[in-house]
């Protein structure tokens, strides 16, 4: 098993594993892939209130996702996931999270909504030989660099060869120069793992930058005959 980068244990913060926040479990209001329908969401969890504005930029950005192995990473009370659920019911959406509160917040919408695709599971869950064809993520940047490095890193290399990962960053919480890391580390000649990740820029607005990482296909060189 795999686990995520984890947050130092008692700082009550949305990447902890179990909240010390009392759970105030509530109904709220949301527009999600043009419809009006209503989630569950508590406190300790990430944007309990709202869709935040880099979630609703990535989704904005984003089409359907394949009818594979797709993934949500660090899901929340489940707005990423279950859009990707709305737009083709026959992808295998995984919602996953360090935070047990929000992986039950998921798992509660996705029944609410009737989206019977989701599997919403914790990090430590994740089956080591998991293989991904897509992901969609609006990380947790505050969990500190070398974190999000690390949970950057465990999830790239699940990406199929032609896979991609969709990222939606603040700019002024280092969204260029995680892109350029994340070159430097997966798609040049000096990359320090297996395969090549290409990262582009694939949108910008209210403050946030949309990257896309390409899991580029490694053509074998064929001797000469």
Known sequence: MVSDAQAPQGTNQYFDVSPTSKDDTRVIPVRLDGRD???????????????????????????????????????????????????????????????????????????????????????????????????????????????????????LVRLRPGGRAVWVVQRHLGADSLMRWMNAQFAGEDRVTPGRYVTTKRASAKGFRVLETVHVAEQVARPDH
């Open 37 to 155: 329908v209503e989630v569950m969401t508590s406190a300790g969890v990430f944007s309990p209130g709202h869709i935040d504005t880099g979630t609703s930029v990535l989704l904005r950005t984003v089409g359907a996702p394949p009818s594979g192995t797709v993934v949500d990473v660090g899901c929340g009370w489940g707005p990423i996931a279950l859009t990707m659920a709305m737009r083709n019911p026959d992808a295998q959406v995984w919602a996953v999270d360090v935070n047990e509160r929000s992986v039950a917040l998921t798992a509660r919408n996705a029944q609410r909504l009737d989206l019977h695709c989701i599997n919403a599971v914790l990090a430590s869950d994740i089956p080591e030989d998991f293989v991904v064809d897509e992901l969609w993520s609006n990380p947790p940047i505050r969990i500190g660099k070398e974190a999000l490095h690390a949970l950057i890193t465990q999830w």
